[in-house]
C-alpha cells in the first residue's frame, strides 16, 4: 500500500544530543514537510521540500535540519540548538508543489527530551 | 496557527446531534481552506476542502461553509457518531502558503 512512514513512532532522548526522524514516501510525490505539533496549538511548519536536493526553511526551523538526498526520503534531525524539542513530529508529501493542494501525513513521531 | 483562529478549542455532543466548529482568518489573499481529521495516535487526514469560488460543499454528513466577506469558514458535521470523535484542524492558503488553526477536540457522547 502506498504511504508515509515514520521512524520511530518513540523517541526519547537526553539534553545535548541530535537524534534523526526518518520519513519515507512511496507516493511518487515531489513535495515533502515535516510539521511540529504542540498540545493547543496548530501544526506549525518546520521545513519544507518541493524538489530532490533542494529544501526551505518554514515558520520554525531553528534548531532542525533536514536533507533531500531522495525523492522518497526527507529526514528531520533535531540538533541539540533546538531549545525545547519535545514534541510530536508530522511528516507530510504531497502531489503537486502547489500549497493548495491535498497534504498525506505520516502517523508522526513522539520525541521526549529527557 | 497566527493567521487562522479555531473556535471553539473543544466540543461535546451527544450522538446524533450537529456539531460545527467555526475559523477566521485575515489574509484576503487566501482562497483554499481544508479541513482535516486527526484520530488519537495518528496523523491528520484531509475530510473536505473548499475553495473560494464555491460558497459551500457538501460530502455524506460533513459540509463546509465559506464566507469570504466576513473572512470566516465553518465545519458542520451532522448526526454525529462515536466515529467522529476525533481533533479537526482547519487551514487556510493559496498556491503559496498554508496556516492551520490550533484544532478542535470533538468528544461525541454515547
Known amino acids: 500500500d502506498g504511504g508515509i512512514t515514520q521512524s520511530p513512532k518513540y523517541l526519547f532522548r537526553k539534553e545535548g544530543q541530535n537524534v534523526t526522524l526518518s520519513c519515507e514516501q512511496n507516493l511518487n510525490h515531489d513535495a515533502m514537510y515535516w510539521y511540529r505539533q504542540d498540545p493547543g496549538q496548530g501544526l506549525r511548519l518546520i521545513y519544507y521540500?518541493?524538489?530532490?536536493?533542494?529544501?526551505q526553511k518554514g515558520d520554525i526551523a531553528e534548531g532542525y535540519s533536514v536533507s533531500r538526498e531522495k525523492k522518497e526520503s526527507f529526514p528531520l534531525t533535531v540538533t541539540s540548538a533546538q531549545k525545547n524539542p519535545t514534541a510530536f513530529y508530522l511528516c507530510?508529501?504531497?502531489?503537486?508543489?502547489?500549497?493548495?493542494?491535498?497534504?498525506?501525513f505520516g502517523e508522526g513521531s513522539r520525541l521526549t527530551v529527557l | 496557527g497566527e493567521n487562522v483562529e479555531q473556535h471553539p478549542s473543544t466540543l461535546s455532543v451527544q450522538e446524533g446531534d450537529s456539531a460545527v466548529i467555526k475559523c477566521t482568518y485575515s489574509?484576503?489573499?487566501?482562497?483554499?481552506f481544508p479541513w482535516y481529521k486527526q484520530e488519537l495516535g495518528k496523523g491528520p487526514q484531509l475530510i473536505i476542502d473548499?475553495?473560494?469560488?464555491?460558497g459551500e460543499k457538501k460530502d455524506q454528513r460533513i459540509a463546509v461553509t465559506l464566507n469570504k466577506t466576513a473572512k470566516h469558514f465553518s465545519l458542520h458535521i451532522t448526526e454525529t457518531q462515536p466515529e467522529d470523535s476525533a481533533v479537526y484542524f482547519c487551514a487556510e492558503g493559496n498556491d503559496y502558503k498554508l496556516s492551520f488553526g490550533a484544532g478542535t477536540t470533538v468528544t461525541v457522547r454515547a
Open positions: 489574509d484576503s489573499a487566501s482562497n483554499y
Open positions: 521540500s518541493q524538489i530532490v536536493n533542494d529544501f
Open positions: 507530510a508529501s504531497s502531489m503537486v508543489t502547489s500549497w493548495a493542494g491535498e497534504l498525506f
Open positions: 473548499i475553495r473560494s469560488n464555491v
